[in-house]
């Protein structure tokens, strides 16, 4: 299957702090990409779609301002947590989809997110 | 709104069995169903992907299967083994699919195979 990375792994930061996280399609051109969450003992929730060139489609309850997409190129997409607050802990994964994979998503390994 | 259920919600058999997860979704209009396995902290892997057009797939010891009228699909776990320990996630793709969608999963069964 397709290839998807993220960086970082794994983050801690500080109450108040931005943090960016990169999603990357390393072998194939992702159109779509998706950005979900989970919370300990939680299944993924979607979070937000975001189109190549275009503004992020975000789901009821997520706040747009607070969780910056951007989806600059067809092989790279990053969500900024800006003012990060503990309650923004969370395992963030991102997905991919495009071209000969368009039936099916692809995902990243996931960021662990620690905000003291 | 689409809402995936997954029954159990957790099971611990002993090595050697066959076990079934089941998979319920309350819109049948769906593109596609798939099954993923989650290891504790880490990220997703794709078991398998079944087509609204399907019925069943099977990839070496596991099968899944799809009943898109009823809103239903279970999978089967062969002559289970330790390896096998992980959560098992259910998501759908809705009707719109084709990209347009992110998907829908369930909360998991968390599977426990005892040596």
């Known amino acids: 299957g397709a290839v998807v990375s993220q960086h970082p792994s794994r983050v801690i930061c500080k109450s108040g702090t931005s943090v960016k996280i990169e999603c990357r399609s390393l072998?194939?051109?992702?159109?779509?990409m998706f950005w979900y969450r989970q919370f300990p003992k939680q299944s993924l929730m979607l979070m937000a779609t975001s189109n190549e060139g275009s503004k992020a489609t975000y789901e009821q309850g997520v706040e747009k301002d607070k969780f910056l997409i951007n989806h600059a190129s067809l092989t790279l997409s990053t969500l900024t947590v800006t003012s990060a607050h503990p309650e923004d802990s969370s395992f963030y994964i991102c997905?991919?989809?495009?071209?000969?994979?368009?039936?099916?998503?692809?995902f990243g390994p996931g960021t662990r997110l620690t905000v003291l | 709104k689409q809402e995936v259920t997954q029954i159990p919600a957790a099971l611990s058999v002993p090595e050697g069995e066959n076990l079934v997860l089941n998979c319920s979704f309350t819109?049948?209009?769906?593109?596609?169903l798939q099954w993923f396995r989650q290891d504790p902290g880490k990220g997703l892997t794709s078991l398998l992907l079944i087509q609204s057009s399907q019925r069943e797939q099977t990839s070496g010891r596991l099968n899944a299967s799809l009943d898109k009228s009823s809103g239903r699909s279970t999978l089967y776990i062969a002559a289970s083994q330790p390896g096998d320990s992980a959560t098992y996630l259910c998501a759908v793709d809705g009707s719109s699919g084709g990209g347009a969608d992110g998907l829908t999963f369930g909360k998991g069964t968390h599977l426990i195979i005892q040596p």
């Open positions: 997905s991919g989809r495009g071209g000969l994979t368009d039936n099916e998503q692809f």
């Open positions: 072998d194939f051109q992702a159109t779509t």
């Open positions: 819109d049948s209009a769906i593109y596609n």
